[in-house]
């Protein structure tokens, strides 16, 4: 299984970016998706996080600046972020659980993680 996350880039405070992570790979079934977030100097800490059911968990930090959706067509995640704060920089990671067959052919349930995208905000 592999994560592919795109849409990292640098704006100023108040401005607005969406990152996106696509799954791929052996997948049967996606449980939960999320994004978390690791500032310079910093422990990963988590962003948001949508369950199956479409349930969604957000850091009281980014609540009502960020959304989380996810398509589980497409075995997406994405993250819309509005009003964006010098704070809020960092290397974002999505993450997913998922039911995958091994090589064996056994069922599995991993999380797996995405390389991580750069989000700068200047003030």
């Known amino acids: 299984v592999q994560l592919q996350a795109s849409g990292g880039g640098s704006v100023q405070a108040g401005g607005s970016l969406k990152l996106t992570c696509v799954a791929s790979?052996?997948?049967?079934?996606?449980?939960?998706m999320g994004w978390y977030r690791q500032a310079p100097g910093r422990e990963r800490e988590l962003v948001a996080i949508?369950?199956?059911?479409?349930?969604?968990i957000y850091a009281d930090s980014v609540k009502d600046r960020f959304t989380i959706s996810r398509d589980n067509a497409k075995k997406a995640v994405t993250l819309q972020m509005n009003r964006l704060e010098p704070a809020d920089t960092g290397a974002y990671y999505c993450?997913?659980?998922?039911?995958?067959?091994?090589?064996?052919?056994?069922?599995?349930?991993?999380?797996?993680w995405g390389q991580g995208t750069l989000v700068t905000v200047s003030s």
């Open positions: 993450t997913v659980n998922v039911s995958r067959l091994d090589t064996n052919g056994r069922l599995r349930e991993n999380e797996f």
């Open positions: 790979g052996s997948i049967l079934r996606i449980h939960d």
């Open positions: 949508v369950i199956v059911t479409g349930r969604q």
